[in-house]
């Protein structure tokens, strides 16, 4: 038997599952991607970027941050970032993945536990993984899930400290956590609050600092701003007290051994956050967008969320990719969403709303979906 043997068996028992994934070119109007505000291809952020090379900022880093790869670039956009977002200090990672694994496998110490929302990232949960702390699951968005959670910890004679772990907005429902009431459970308890802002960054709160920027610089809060979304570059940064940047520094083994970011995309994500203040009328017209899907997609049984993702929520997975593939023919990239990525029974199609769509794109999707669902 070959040694490739059992990967390939691998690959044919996903492909009779329809389940093989593959990778395909970009094709159709935008109804799928994380590039809320458009900035992606920014102007003013490949001018930052053109700017940066001609004054000799380096396309590569060439070392982790600790050995030669710290560039004056990363710490300019670390300082930056700190006072956008009112943190004490800011750490720059390479993805809002490595991110994620970096803050969950180190900051949560042994007899930790870490209380953290069902429906979390799958980045959250890679970093548990590797981490010490006790790790359970509460209720999606039930702040006295949280509270019972712990309270039962309590009593079962934990002693450590809680962490509760929630992302703000949810990628996949577009719905919002209960931040006042969860930091209110985190009060009570002593326990720290880790939010994972990655879909709220550049959309939600002043200047698009979050739906957690009235909880930044918090002694107890930790917030993760994922920067390949809104803010249309890449990386990730990770707010909080200057005490967690510099254990991080220290014992954060995904940070540690990681060849540093390239410091030309500190210098556009320097851009990117000035834009947020300079011009929010990219806010402005996102909202308009969304307001104008929800009305026209309202026929087809899409339920407002709020924000800027409107899931449709089909149940079966077959008819989800049908109707996805559909979609696809008639010109619009939007995915179809199954377990399980989605919990069992709630395969949808993913409506991602971006300003690389039109008003008049808008209205030609609901009809699209309209025709698909008959």
Known sequence: MSLLTPYRADL????????????????????SSNDYLALASAPRIAA???????????????GSRLLRGNHEEHEALEAEAATFFGSEATLF????????????????????????????????????????????????NDADAFE????????????????????????MDGDRAP??????????????LLIDEAHATGVFGDDGRGLASGLDGHENVV???????????EGA??????????????????????????????????????????????RAALWQLVAAAERALARCGVAPT???????????????????AALQAAGFDVRGIRPPTVPAGTSRLRISLTLNLTLDDVEALADAIAEALK
């Open 12 to 31: 044919v028992q996903l492909a009779a599952q329809d389940r093989l994934r593959v990778l395909a070119p970009r094709r159709g109007t935008d109804v």
């Open 48 to 62: 930052a970027v053109t700017a940066a090379i001609a004054r000799g900022v380096p396309t590569g880093s060439g």
């Open 93 to 140: 990672f390479s993805s809002g993945y490595s991110a994620n694994a970096a803050l969950f496998s180190t900051l949560p110490q042994r007899g930790d536990i870490v209380v953290h929302d069902a429906l979390i990232h799958a980045s959250a949960h890679e970093g548990m993984r590797l981490g010490r702390a006790d790790c359970v699951s509460a209720a999606h």
């Open 148 to 171: 019972d959670r712990i309270a039962r910890w309590r009593r079962g004679g934990g002693t450590g400290r809680p962490w509760i772990a929630v992302e703000s907005l949810y990628s």
């Open 179 to 192: 931040l006042d009431a969860l930091a209110t459970v985190a009060a009570r308890h002593d326990a720290m």
């Open 223 to 233: 917030t993760l701003h994922t920067c390949g979304k809104a803010l249309g570059c």
């Open 237 to 282: 940064l990770v707010c909080g007290p200057q005490v967690m940047r510099d254990f991080l520094i220290n014992r954060g083994r995904g940070f540690i051994f990681s060849t540093a970011p390239s410091p030309l995309m500190a210098s556009a994500l320097r851009e990117s956050l000035r834009i947020l203040v300079d011009e929010p009328e990219h």
């Open 306 to 324: 709020g924000s800027q993702i409107l899931p449709l929520v089909l149940g079966d997975e077959a008819r989800t990719m049908r109707v996805a």
